[in-house]
């Protein structure tokens, strides 16, 4: 018997590894269409795999349901993926993380922003794990791979924001939220850097 049995339907028996790569499994059939919006075009299951990478690794965390969530994460938000197949899948309680990660996307952008904010503090305590690693994953990527038609100024007013995001899920994660500032702090000296150099050039400019 897995811990996780009763929570996870499917356990049945089988070995948590065994169980988190169907969940693997069923996100990158989801996804297999879906590219990032980098210049490389990566492919999304990159995504929710690095999350989940950062949530056992840096995180520590080795509750399969959070490991799951994490996985399935973007699933209902950005693929066909319904809330009663995950439940059929990988039972309630994963279908239930997987929804507090989900952004209504038939409301405009600035408000699902605006909710994902206001919305934190209320979050399960995997769902703020999840928040946690997640944000530290979106702005390694707009610092390392970002998408090519941000320019300096939203790149900037996206940090800010995770980092209101990230003030709801504090309290959840020691390493993750230490992590987030180090990402954060230096992400935001190298857009100061851009930033200088864009007012340097705009100086010497005749
Ligand atoms: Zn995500």
């Known amino acids: 018997m897995t811990s996780t049995e009763g929570i996870v339907p499917m356990a049945d028996g089988r070995p948590d590894t065994a169980i988190l790569l169907a969940a693997i499994e069923f996100a990158s059939r989801k996804h297999s269409t879906q590219r990032r919006k980098n210049e490389e075009a990566s492919p999304y299951i990159n995504h929710p795999i690095a999350v989940t990478h950062l949530l056992a690794d840096t995180g520590g965390v080795s509750d399969l349901v959070t490991l799951m969530a994490a996985v399935l ?100 994660n020691d390493a993750l939220e230490k992590l987030y500032d180090e990402v954060l702090n230096r992400g935001r000296a190298m857009l100061r850097i851009g930033e200088e150099c864009l007012t340097e050039g705009s100086r010497s400019r005749p």
């Open 73 to 172: 994460h973007d699933t209902i938000e950005d693929t066909e993926t319904t809330p009663s197949e995950l439940d059929e899948h990988f039972g309630q309680t994963v279908r239930k993380v997987v929804e507090e990660m989900t952004d209504d996307k038939t409301i405009d952008k600035a408000v699902r922003k605006q909710r994902q904010i206001e919305h934190a503090p209320n979050l399960s305590c995997r769902a703020k794990a999840i928040k946690l690693a997640d944000k530290i994953a979106n702005v390694r990527d707009v610092m390392e791979s970002p998408p090519p038609d941000w320019p300096l100024a939203r790149r900037i007013e996206y940090l800010d924001w995770t980092e209101r995001v990230v003030a709801g899920c504090r309290g959840t």
